[in-house]
């Protein structure tokens, strides 16, 4: 639930138009406990159920149905109090824009077109099997094997354009300048077509970061797919990489949550197509609705030993091997 910092309606001195300004504080924080693999020890871990972060966000009503907004949203590490990202304010995405009518228009650094268009089971990062800093496949979206095109949930030096929904129908597209005069370096693009009516969420995706000349990463399609049947919702993401071999460039997710009780069950199965054996993941949990704000969740976690991760080697699993991971915690949302 957001909380209103300051509600400039209230200052009598305002003008009229001044006086249709919000600024609102909100927030998350998140720590639990978990083990990664056979010989980890246990590690308090921050966002694992959500980001833990404070955001600043508003508007402002400019008339004729027009408005200005705003967000700055700074994620931070709730076990140590450090920052989560070198990008320091806004690593959780800032930007500026107008919306109305004409659609929504916004720059800065919001929410790579990918990322935001693909379909979770949870919203949950769950039990890190690799690293302590990586976005594990606990969400039922499927990671593509590029550090260019997708891996970031931000864009940098984006401008986005979302139009009106027309019968459920909505046209996204991103535009992020390389900001870079040397010859061949390309700006990334992205465009998404998006569907949601009653139960049904569908959407494709192309989208390609901006790179390098000497960057051999293409573009990735995406389709994503959700359907409500209300005592359960499913999911599917599907990735396919350009410029990969045909034996390394897909990767797919089905999950699947159900209300149980004052909370929520959850599962995903997630698959990386790699060279010989593919990588794959099952996860799942329950988050327990302690009320409108605070949950209490477990999860586990297991991947095949065909997920190659050197990460995890170096921090004392044993290489080639499956890995079984868990963890509980507490999340309360401002």
């Not at 077509?193 to 995406?222: E, M």
């Not at 959850?266 to 698959?271: H, Q, T």
């Not at 988050?287 to 004392?316: C, E, H, M, P």
């Amino acid at each position: 639930m957001k909380k209103t910092l300051i509600a400039l309606a209230a200052v009598a001195a305002t003008s009229a138009s001044f006086a249709q300004s919000t600024v609102t504080l909100s927030g998350t924080v998140d720590v639990g406990l978990e083990k990664r693999f056979s010989g980890d020890p246990m590690r308090m871990t921050p966002n694992r159920n959500g980001t833990s972060n404070w955001t600043l966000s508003g508007a402002e009503d400019l008339g004729g149905g027009l408005k200005a907004v705003f967000q700055i949203s700074t994620s931070f590490n709730s076990d140590t109090g450090t920052v989560s990202s070198t990008d320091g304010l806004g690593n959780n995405g800032m930007f500026v824009g107008l919306t109305g009518g004409f659609g929504t228009l916004r720059a800065g650094r919001p929410v790579n077109t990918l990322y935001g268009n693909a379909m979770f089971a949870n919203g949950t990062k769950g039990v890190s099997l690799h690293d302590s800093n990586s976005v594990v496949s606990g969400n039922a979206t499927a990671s593509a094997k590029t550090s260019g095109a997708s891996s970031s949930v931000y864009v940098p030096n984006a401008v986005q354009y979302h139009t009106p929904r027309f019968g459920g129908v909505q046209v996204q597209l991103e535009y992020a300048p390389s900001e870079s005069a040397a010859v061949g370096n390309k700006a990334g693009t992205g465009v998404a077509v998006r569907y949601d009516g009653g139960p049904l969420s569908v959407s494709f995706t192309n989208y390609t970061g901006a790179k390098a000349a000497t960057s051999t990463l293409k573009s990735v399609n995406q389709i994503a797919a959700a359907y409500d049947f209300s005592v359960a919702k499913l999911f599917f993401t599907y990735r396919d990489q350009g410029g990969l071999a045909s034996d390394q460039d897909t990767s797919y997710a089905l999950g699947v949550t159900a209300p149980v009780g004052p909370g929520a069950l959850y599962a995903a199965y997630n698959v990386n197509e790699q060279t010989g054996s593919d990588g794959r993941t099952i996860i799942a949990g329950y988050k327990y609705s302690l009320s409108k704000r605070t949950q209490a969740y477990v999860n586990v976690a297991r991947r095949n030993a065909a997920w190659l991760d050197a990460a995890v080697t170096a921090a004392g699993g044993k290489a080639n091997s499956s890995s079984t991971g868990f963890g509980f915690g507490l999340q309360h949302n401002f």
